[in-house]
């Protein structure tokens, strides 16, 4: 057997008490909008899911993510009227539905702890695994840290919310990013005084999840997908 077969046997391994928890943190993982007023995150808690997100996979590690913590509250507060800004362009996009739109409470950039901008980096030339879908493999790698960093969240008891109505060109000229970087997430993090049952979305009665047996489909797409075994 070689070094390197002994080495994937040795690997760690997780009891089904580990899964259970991993699978409770998945099921309690929500999008948040209300947090906790004057609130903070400690710096080791912070820097721990900051480390999660870091974890994260990525197509031919190229680490395609960059994170900007906004400490600045002047700057928070013009972040603050960009997401204003497209709210109400949204609600103009939406139609008879706009009014109901304004009445959702779809962010938390003034209440939250810590607000953190997620950054797609410039490309750093990387073609390993992304030759075909360059600008596609590194979102997606982005979208594996942000989801790290979203459980490693819950885990911590925190409530984390991702915010994207903004415009992407004037975010990225508030906090001077480089040629080719663009904002893709705010990303509103803190604690909160209660968890949701149930997405926001769907207590509001915005609109409903749909079953995962609506999305498998077998050797091919299908109007009809087969139910999950």
């Not at 070689?2 to 998945?26: I, K, P």
């Not at 013009?78 to 109400?88: G, T």
Request: a negative charge; hydrophobic letters at 50%; charged letters at 20%.
């Amino acid at each position: 057997m070689t070094n390197e077969a002994v080495d994937l046997v040795a690997g760690e391994h997780f009891t089904a008490a580990d899964r259970a928890s991993f699978y409770r943190v998945l099921a309690a993982r929500r999008d948040m909008r209300h947090f906790t007023p004057a609130a903070s995150v400690d710096a080791t808690v912070l820097h721990r899911v900051l480390q999660a997100a870091h974890d994260a996979p990525s197509v031919g590690l190229m680490q395609s993510w960059r994170f900007v913590r906004v400490i600045d509250a002047s700057l928070r507060g013009r972040i603050a009227e960009l997401v204003d800004a497209e709210r109400v362009a949204t609600a103009a996009a939406l139609g008879e539905r706009g009014d109901e739109f304004l009445q959702l409470k779809v962010e938390g950039v003034r209440d939250c702890a810590e607000l953190i901008v997620a950054v797609l980096a410039p490309d750093d030339g990387t073609v390993f695994g992304r030759r075909t879908m360059p600008r596609d493999m590194a979102l997606c790698s982005l979208a594996c840290a942000v989801q790290n960093l979203w459980l490693a969240a819950r885990a911590e008891n925190l409530g984390l919310g991702w915010v994207s109505m903004f415009d992407p060109e004037a975010l990225a000229r508030l906090l001077h990013l480089p040629l080719g970087a663009q904002p893709m997430a705010l990303l509103c993090l803190g604690p909160v005084p209660v968890f949701y049952d149930a997405p926001m979305l769907e207590q509001t009665g915005w609109r409903r999840g749909r079953p995962l047996s609506e999305f498998v489909h077998v050797d091919g797409w299908s109007d009809a997908a087969p139910s999950s075994s």
